[in-house]
């Protein structure tokens, strides 16, 4: 018994470390772009977040993707000793944890589920054989590396295109910015709703047909489309502005939708990546109560607060570090061009989320900047930052 709890309390802060650690690194990828445009302040960019990110964790994170279900390692293989899955579960939590203490530290955008797979990875390779790992599985997690950056680039490529010849190319940039954002922010709300429905209500235990996922998405992105038309067309001209930047207003409405593309991002990671933080702890915490190795972990509810929490935490205490990293040192980004990256990135989480790749929201955030950058020319995006 006492053991039983020691190994829980332990899962339970390395669990809290690792998520502190998505919070610091990872929350960046919903943020930067609304903090980089300047669409969001610091203050409120985490307000947001915390609301969000907390929201997508406890309410949509639950199934949760306990990684030996996930196919990394070979479940069967452990069966006659169990204690050595916690072992390895709590050094993975405590490695991932740390290299993600590192990177937040210098500002470096890395992945929390890349960091999360490889550590358990080194854990059964080295402590069960390398043939308890499923290499194949990890074959295609590799893909998804080079896949993912390259998906979101090009779409936001394509967005961040099709701002510039709708609405930045023309005579009265501003009319033409109050006529067709609001189809943009039916477009993002759509995205971000769709991925929320498909990839999260099925944890809260709702079934829903694809066909009425497609309805309640449409039905929910009109409803929200509606509101930012609203505020949109409460927007006037600022002439004394323009004279010093041409687009200071039409930047403005694009301010709006960057805080729709904001909240839903950080919704939809919460819900994506809290699994990183909480996937091992549940498969600790039913090892420890079962004393057996089972393909399938229930998980209380106190487990998803904490990993919530300590997403939010993290993102408070340190998340600025990444921040500027992602938001001001790669490309100049405006609420038009953070906007384009957002949606792109959300865009490719929902194709992804779809075939059942576990992709990097931050590769995938990273390459759509550069995306957004390539759309203005090579010149315009800083190099040394990407290496």
């Not at 740390?98 to 992945?111: D, F, Q």
């Not at 809290?274 to 702890?281: S, T, W």
Request: net charge positive; charged share 10%; glycine share 12%.
């Amino acid at each position: 018994m006492d053991a039983q709890l020691i190994y829980i309390g332990l899962a339970a802060a390395f669990g809290l470390f690792m998520a502190w650690g998505i919070g610091a690194n990872d929350v960046a990828n919903a943020m930067a772009t609304s903090v980089g445009s300047k669409a969001l302040t610091i203050k409120q960019a985490i307000l947001v977040a915390a609301i969000f990110e907390f929201a997508g964790a406890v309410l949509a994170g639950g199934e949760v993707t306990s990684t030996i279900r996930k196919g990394i390692v070979d479940a069967d293989s452990l069966s006659g000793t169990p204690e050595l899955l916690v072992y390895g579960m709590l050094a993975a939590l405590l490695a991932a944890g740390t290299w993600l203490l590192i990177a937040s530290k210098n500002g470096w955008p890395v992945s929390t589920t890349h960091s999360i797979v490889g550590a358990i990875v080194g854990f059964a390779a080295v402590g069960i054989g390398v043939e308890a790992v499923h290499w194949g599985k990890v074959g295609t997690i590799v893909m998804s590396w080079v896949v993912s950056p390259v998906t979101s680039g090009f779409i936001a490529y394509l967005i961040y295109r099709s701002v510039q010849k709708l609405i930045l190319s023309q005579d009265d940039p501003l009319a033409k910015a109050k006529r067709y954002v609001p189809f943009y922010i039916f477009l993002a709300a759509f995205t971000i709703t769709l991925v929320t429905i498909l990839k999260g209500l099925k944890h809260v235990g709702l079934e829903i047909s694809i066909l009425d996922s497609y309805l309640l998405a449409t039905l929910i992105a009109m409803g929200i489309g509606a509101i930012g038309w609203y505020f949109i067309s409460k927007i006037e001209a600022d002439p004394k502005a323009e004279k010093k930047q041409h687009f200071v207003t039409v930047e403005r409405v694009f301010g709006i939708l960057m805080v729709v593309t904001a909240c839903g991002m950080a919704f939809a990671h919460g819900s994506n990546d809290v699994a990183n933080a909480i996937g091992p702890l549940a498969a600790v915490i039913s090892i420890a109560q079962t004393g057996a190795v089972s393909a399938k972990s229930s998980l209380p509810i106190w487990v998803l607060m904490l990993g919530g929490g300590g997403i939010v935490v993290g993102l408070a205490t340190y998340g600025r570090h990444v921040i500027a990293t992602v938001g001001k040192k790669i490309t100049q980004l405006t609420p038009s061009r953070g906007f384009a990256a957002e949606l792109a990135a959300a865009t490719t989480i929902v194709i992804a989320s779809g075939t059942g790749i576990p992709i990097s929201t931050t590769h995938t955030l990273v390459g759509a900047v550069l995306g957004v950058g390539m759309a203005r020319g090579i010149e315009a995006i800083d190099l040394r930052v990407v290496a």
